[in-house]
Nanobody, 128 residues
Framework: QVQLVESGGGLVQAGDSLRLSCAAS????????MAWFRQVPGKEREFVAA???????????YYADSVKGRFTIFRSNAKNTADLQMNRLEPADTAIYYC??????????????????WGQGTQVTVSS
């Protein structure tokens, strides 16, 4: 079983930056894919970014079109963390952000149903 804990949310202004952190713990910690999703009230949870094990080449990053070029996902195996650096934030980025992880490497990674573990969520609010 893996536990995920997010931190780093808050209230910022449009154009500001924010960094979210997700710490994984458990015995053992096997998470070939870690990702961030976000959700606003009344809408489905949507994919933001993922970092996935790619074999010999290491890890690869994937992003939703809405955040590409502004957000960067970082993974540290030593710390069992997956951070999300968010730059040039916009009011449309306001949501609860959730960290997620898969316990096996599967081909699909953009839908919430493909993940085994979830954090409790952290609120990000961007004012205009």
């Amino acid at each position: 079983q893996v536990q995920l804990v997010e931190s780093g949310g808050g209230l910022v202004q449009a154009g500001d930056s924010l960094r979210l952190s997700c710490a994984a713990s458990g015995n053992p910690v096997t998470t070939p894919t870690m990702a961030w999703f976000r959700q606003v009230p009344g809408k489905e949870r949507e994919f933001v970014a993922a970092v996935r094990w790619s074999g010999i080449s290491g890890y690869s990053e994937y992003y939703a079109d809405s955040v590409k070029g502004r957000f960067t996902i970082f993974r540290s195996n030593a710390k069992n963390t997956a951070d999300l650096q968010m730059n040039r934030l916009e009011p449309a980025d306001t949501a609860i952000y959730y960290c997620a992880a898969q316990n096996t490497l599967v081909s699909l990674y953009t839908r919430p149903t493909e993940y085994d573990y979830w954090g409790q969520g952290t609120q990000v609010t961007v004012s205009s």
